[in-house]
């Protein structure tokens, strides 16, 4: 309807030689405060200086203007044109455009037709993938659905620290204190030998020297019996992680590792200093910021081995030689906000980037209700043991309702349900915010949860099992309140994939998908479909909940359930 009103409005403008495009007029179309005021209102504050008139006086003659058959009324209040919509022509409408256009419905009007690489997720080799590795892994996939769904071509990219101190202080401790246990490909038991050795270096700072030297032996390959164990202990993490991407639904185009980009990275440094772009500090090699007020960021260190900084600088040249996009974009934890900045600064000046070119966006910690969660002090939430936990939860939930099912079913439905749940209670939040996760307020299967969703939508299916036969003809009669807030929140869709496209935010899909599935629920309760007078429009009405909920929770990276 907004889209109607923008292209009636387009025509009018452009006979004023005023050139709008229907993408602007879209912007200044607003939803009045109470219903009494109108569906629509469309000031005209911003034409007064283009047409050199009075705003009232441009409002009363575009309202003129107007096909009033189109509407159930339009009215001039100041300088603002108020549209009544017809009620029944537009729930008709919607219901038949979602169902016409089914997965399509949504998509801006104009594909965007860019490609973007997108890089996320990130777990670290020898250290745990835990549950604050599901937000920034769930952000990622949702909003490269996003950029997908406005018609962009995107690359998912994965980069993953395989080398470095931590693994240094991960084979330090294995060999020093874990050499007669056999390696094995367990999240829970890789975790635990990362954090023996931040624990025992903390009580005894002299062992620091043995972990330097193995750091060392490793970036300088010199140490065969030392790299076949980094090389094993390397694939035993990655093989870890196939699974939990799998059932987080995500996917990657190409995945990094820190050590393919290590020799490239002492290049570009020694470069750096060689052109005195970088400079010696003590030894180290560093870009120094403090003049911008982003202090020093440090490349090499005095020994010679390369820092993540450098590594950065070396992905993000490899990145964009590789795939030559239009935008490049990195999700990554609110703490490394400050090197990011300085990573782009740098890029600038190698001229390797531009403004809003190579780009990152940051997302806040997950925190429990005990504090904030380390991979360093194992107090964290381990994937695995998390999943497990809430599954074990979900698959109660299942049998208190006293369902027969298979085993297989059983698993099927309650992985699904711990995921939606998971998902939803990381993405319905703004990125920046931080998360304190609570595990009942995630699975409540009535409150503002990933559960709830899920439930509307098989409560929605249930109603289409019922009926017999859909007659494609539809007939309204006198369409009561919660079928119109249905159809009307319904039609809010495409506005909403365009605000969360262009705000990067999957937040707002994800509080949409919510308000969407109470206005279903308000209508289920009040409303009844099967031998209703309005039987055919409802089961319709219905149909095109359960498409619109199905595009929604897509784009979170969502699996829906027509039985819960």
Not at 122 to 148: C, D, M, Y
Not at 162 to 181: F, L, P, Q, R
Not at 204 to 232: P, S, T, Y
Not at 530 to 556: A, C, D, G, T
């Amino acid at each position: 309807m907004k889209e109607f009103i923008a292209k009636l409005i387009k025509k009018i403008l452009d006979g004023k030689k005023v050139h709008l495009t229907e993408e602007e007029i879209l912007k200044l179309i607003e939803i009045p405060p109470s219903a009494e005021m109108g569906d629509y209102s469309f000031p005209c504050f911003s034409l007064a200086s283009k047409l050199k008139q009075n705003p009232n006086h441009i409002a009363v003659e575009i309202k003129n203007k107007l096909p009033a058959k189109d509407f159930e009324e339009i009215r001039v209040v100041g300088a603002y044109v108020n549209f009544f919509i017809d009620k029944n022509k537009f729930s008709k409408d919607i219901v038949s455009e979602i169902l016409k256009k089914k997965n399509n419905f949504g998509k801006p009007i104009r594909k965007e037709n860019k490609k973007i690489v997108v890089e996320f997720s990130q777990p670290n080799t020898h250290k745990a993938f835990h549950v604050g590795h599901i937000r920034g892994t769930s952000l990622g996939e949702s909003i490269s659905r996003i950029l997908e769904f406005c018609g962009n071509k995107v690359i998912r990219a994965n980069y993953s620290g395989d080398t470095g101190m931590h693994v240094a202080k991960w084979i330090w401790c294995y060999k020093k204190y874990h050499s007669k246990e056999k390696l094995k490909n367990d999240e829970s038991w890789i975790a635990s030998i990362y954090v023996n050795a931040v624990r025992r270096l903390a009580e005894n700072e002299k062992l620091q020297e043995e972990v330097n030297e193995i750091n060392r032996k490793l970036e300088n390959k010199e140490d065969k019996k030392l790299n076949e164990l980094w090389k094993k202990t390397r694939k035993l993490s990655i093989d870890s992680w196939k699974k939990i991407y799998k059932e987080l639904n995500t996917k990657f185009d190409d995945c990094f590792f820190e050590s393919e980009v290590e020799k490239k990275a002492k290049e570009i440094s020694l470069e750096l200093l060689k052109k005195n772009i970088a400079k010696r500090d003590q030894g180290a090699i560093i870009m120094d910021f403090k003049d911008s007020g982003m202090g020093v960021w440090i490349l090499l260190r005095s020994d010679g081995t390369v820092l993540y900084s450098a590594k950065d600088l070396a992905l993000a040249e490899k990145k964009i030689k590789k795939y030559k996009a239009d935008e490049y974009l990195v999700m990554v934890a609110d703490e490394q906000r400050l090197h990011f900045e300085q990573l782009v600064k740098t890029l600038e000046i190698m001229k390797l980037a531009k403004k809003d070119f190579y780009d990152f966006m940051t997302f806040g910690l997950v925190r429990l209700p005990t504090g904030k969660m380390s991979s360093r002090t194992g107090d964290n939430i381990l994937y695995s043991d998390f999943m497990n936990e809430i599954e074990k939860h979900v698959k109660n939930e299942i049998k208190k309702r006293g369902e027969k099912i298979s085993e297989k079913d059983l698993k099927n439905r309650a992985l699904n349900i711990s995921i939606a749940s998971i998902k939803y209670s990381m993405l319905k939040q703004g990125a920046n915010k931080n998360i304190i996760f609570d595990k009942n307020e995630a699975l409540n299967f009535e409150g503002d949860s990933g559960a709830y969703l899920l439930y509307s939508y098989a409560r929605a299916n249930s109603i289409l099992k019922k009926t017999k036969k859909i007659n494609s003809k539809i007939k309204i009669e006198n369409l009561g309140e919660k079928e119109i807030n249905l159809a009307k929140i319904l039609s809010k869709f495409p506005e909403v994939v365009s605000n969360s496209r262009n705000g990067k935010s999957p937040s707002v899909i994800a509080n949409y998908s919510h308000e969407l599935a109470q206005k279903f629920n308000e209508f289920y309760h009040a409303c009844p479909v099967i031998n209703s007078e309005n039987e055919s429009f409802r089961i319709k009405l219905v149909q095109s909940f359960m498409q619109v909920m199905e595009n929604s929770l897509n784009l979170l990276g969502i699996n829906l359930l027509k039985r819960m």
